[in-house]
């Protein structure tokens, strides 16, 4: 037929009670950055011996949940009781489902097209910072309140980009999706350029960074741009069609904003910020991993 299917498959292991829930919404995000519509989930849990019944039936619990959210069916999957592991491992595997002519590729950036990003900077990584080191920011001097709001990031605005990619990809002329996850947005922004062979130039003043992330990126001494940011997604399109883009997304309840260009290669990857040009940072580890085993 016109379409085509396209796979994703990812283990995911945390020490979180929301593991299920995770590998659903993770698995769904890099189907729709492809332009498909998640529709099929699969699931194999391996689980620690020390794993209660109860402990089970709550992991089931949050995939249907998550599955449901997304309108995508549970069709299968592995469950077992595995020695020599210490926390459950979800190995998700997410189906969708995409005309062969709208399949969306990281490295179809173009130069002249303009960087859109939604929502902001940087959800889940200043969730779990909140969730798991609420002692250590109060300390700092972290408000409450901001600690509260931040530790409700992962449902609010939330950790999915579903919604977003399929809103981008239905009414624009869409080049490449990507969202930033490991790394923040500054890696995923290198991986869009690398992918693309292309360069950029980035305005920090345009990068909306969620007020909740900067104070708790200033009290623990972490750069925003290098922090997990799942929950945003980076859109490349024709410069022209960008405000276009940006009022359509606002009008579906999806704040968004155009931070830069894509340049030819020769240009680099270039941050604009109060003190002139640089080239955007790297980050070898996630700020998140960083703070966690310092």
């Given at each position: 037929?016109?379409?085509?299917?396209?796979?994703?498959t990812?283990?995911?292991t945390?020490?979180?009670?929301?593991?299920?829930?995770?590998?659903?919404?993770?698995?769904?995000?890099d189907?729709?950055?492809?332009?498909?519509?998640?529709?099929?989930?699969?699931?194999?849990?391996?689980l620690?011996?020390?794993?209660?019944?109860?402990?089970?039936?709550?992991?089931?619990?949050?995939?249907?949940?998550?599955?449901?959210?997304?309108?995508?069916?549970?069709?299968?999957?592995?469950?077992?009781?595995?020695?020599?592991?210490?926390?459950?491992?979800?190995?998700?595997?997410?189906?969708?489902?995409?005309?062969?002519?709208?399949?969306?590729?990281?490295?179809?950036?173009?130069?002249?097209?303009?960087?859109?990003?939604t929502?902001?900077?940087s959800?889940?990584g200043?969730?779990?910072l909140?969730?798991?080191?609420?002692e250590?920011?109060?300390?700092?001097g972290?408000?409450?309140?901001?600690?509260?709001?931040?530790?409700?990031?992962?449902?609010t605005?939330?950790?999915?980009?579903?919604?977003?990619?399929?809103?981008a990809?239905?009414?624009?002329?869409?080049?490449?999706?990507?969202?930033?996850?490991?790394?923040?947005?500054?890696?995923?922004?290198?991986?869009?350029?690398?992918?693309?062979?292309t360069?950029?130039?980035?305005?920090?003043?345009?990068?909306p960074?969620?007020?909740?992330?900067?104070?708790?990126?200033?009290?623990?001494?972490?750069?925003?741009?290098?922090?997990?940011?799942s929950?945003?997604l980076?859109?490349?399109?024709?410069?022209?069609?960008?405000?276009e883009?940006?009022?359509?997304?606002s009008?579906?309840?999806?704040?968004a904003?155009?931070?830069?260009?894509?340049?030819?290669?020769n240009?680099?990857?270039?941050?604009?910020?109060?003190?002139?040009?640089?080239?955007?940072p790297?980050?070898?580890?996630?700020?998140?991993?960083?703070?966690?085993?310092?």
């Amino acid at each position: 037929g016109d379409s085509i299917l396209v796979a994703k498959t990812d283990p995911i292991t945390l020490a979180s009670d929301m593991i299920g829930w995770y590998a659903v919404q993770i698995n769904a995000n890099d189907v729709a950055c492809s332009g498909a519509k998640p529709r099929w989930f699969m699931a194999t849990l391996l689980l620690p011996r020390t794993y209660t019944e109860n402990e089970i039936s709550t992991l089931f619990q949050q995939i249907l949940e998550a599955c449901k959210q997304l309108g995508v069916s549970l069709i299968g999957g592995h469950t077992e009781i595995t020695q020599g592991i210490s926390q459950p491992i979800v190995v998700g595997c997410m189906l969708g489902e995409v005309h062969k002519d709208r399949v969306i590729t990281t490295n179809g950036a173009r130069p002249g097209d303009s960087i859109i990003i939604t929502k902001g900077i940087s959800i889940e990584g200043s969730a779990l910072l909140a969730r798991e080191s609420r002692e250590q920011l109060l300390a700092s001097g972290v408000e409450p309140s901001c600690i509260d709001k931040a530790a409700d990031f992962l449902f609010t605005p939330g950790i999915s980009i579903v919604k977003d990619a399929l809103t981008a990809c239905s009414s624009s002329q869409v080049h490449s999706l990507h969202d930033p996850t490991e790394g923040g947005l500054a890696t995923g922004l290198w991986e869009i350029s690398k992918a693309s062979n292309t360069g950029m130039l980035i305005s920090e003043k345009d990068i909306p960074v969620l007020p909740e992330c900067e104070s708790i990126c200033k009290s623990l001494g972490l750069d925003p741009l290098g922090l997990l940011a799942s929950g945003a997604l980076l859109i490349t399109l024709p410069t022209t069609d960008a405000q276009e883009l940006i009022g359509t997304l606002s009008s579906n309840g999806i704040p968004a904003a155009e931070i830069g260009y894509i340049k030819e290669p020769n240009f680099g990857v270039m941050l604009e910020g109060k003190y002139g040009l640089k080239t955007l940072p790297t980050f070898e580890r996630d700020e998140l991993a960083r703070f966690l085993d310092d």
